[in-house]
């Protein structure tokens, strides 16, 4: 990594994957192309799960120990600074393009291994742990939704092989 001074530890790039909306999962297709794809995604342990449908693309690449990189940021905001704050550094170029003209972020990047997941109670699982992070208020109807929805829907695990995470902050 080359800014040293921003990394993180693994564990926080896990802490950044559990909290982020979303990733984006990117492989090189077998023509050679760059596939990308945002996906929702979860963890549990090393692992990370998605699903998607049974035909495409993604169904076509994320099997067989497939490697990928997964992209997740749970934090991205510019700077917002009060007028006696943007006052006191208008005239100094390296402040403000440290403190105004820059992004805060916390980021993560997992070199993974695809895999379609084929046992049923794996699928079950792993499609509960998704549902309970992106629809927990609707758990009590998840019962009837996975028993018509996992027969068109493909679960994929992600095992995670190695992590890189950083983030800037600004601090005052």
Same mark, same amino acid.
């Given at each position: 990594?080359?800014?040293?001074?921003? #990394? /993180?530890?693994?564990?926080?790039?896990?802490?950044?994957?559990?909290?982020?909306?979303? !990733?984006?999962?990117?492989?090189?297709?077998?023509?050679?192309?760059?596939?990308?794809?945002?996906?929702?995604?979860?963890? #549990? !342990?090393?692992?990370?799960?998605?699903?998607?449908?049974? =035909? !495409?693309?993604?169904?076509? /690449?994320?099997?067989?120990g497939k490697e990928a990189t997964l992209v997740c940021v749970s934090?991205?905001?510019?700077?917002?600074?009060?007028? &006696?704050?943007?006052?006191?550094?208008?005239?100094?170029?390296?402040?403000? =393009? =440290?403190?105004?003209?820059?992004?805060?972020?916390?980021?993560?990047?997992?070199?993974v291994k695809a895999y379609l997941v084929t046992d049923e109670v794996?699928?079950?699982?792993?499609?509960?742990?998704?549902? &309970?992070?992106?629809?927990? =208020?609707?758990?009590?109807?998840?019962?009837?939704?996975?028993a018509h929805g996992l027969k068109a829907t493909n679960i994929y #695990? /992600?095992?995670? &092989?190695?992590?890189?995470?950083?983030?800037?902050?600004?601090?005052?």
């Amino acid at each position: 990594m080359r800014r040293k001074d921003r #990394e /993180l530890s693994a564990q926080d790039g896990l802490a950044i994957i559990d909290a982020s909306e979303y !990733g984006t999962i990117s492989c090189i297709a077998d023509d050679g192309e760059i596939f990308s794809v945002p996906v929702s995604v979860v963890r #549990e !342990g090393a692992s990370l799960f998605l699903h998607g449908a049974p =035909a !495409g693309t993604k169904a076509k /690449l994320l099997n067989g120990g497939k490697e990928a990189t997964l992209v997740c940021v749970s934090y991205a905001r510019v700077p917002v600074l009060t007028d &006696e704050q943007l006052d006191a550094i208008k005239d100094d170029g390296k402040a403000l =393009a =440290a403190k105004v003209f820059t992004t805060e972020y916390k980021s993560a990047v997992a070199k993974v291994k695809a895999y379609l997941v084929t046992d049923e109670v794996a699928r079950l699982h792993a499609l509960r742990l998704l549902c &309970e992070k992106y629809t927990p =208020a609707y758990m009590s109807a998840f019962d009837v939704a996975a028993a018509h929805g996992l027969k068109a829907t493909n679960i994929y #695990e /992600l095992k995670i &092989e190695s992590i890189t995470a950083k983030a800037k902050i600004i601090r005052d």
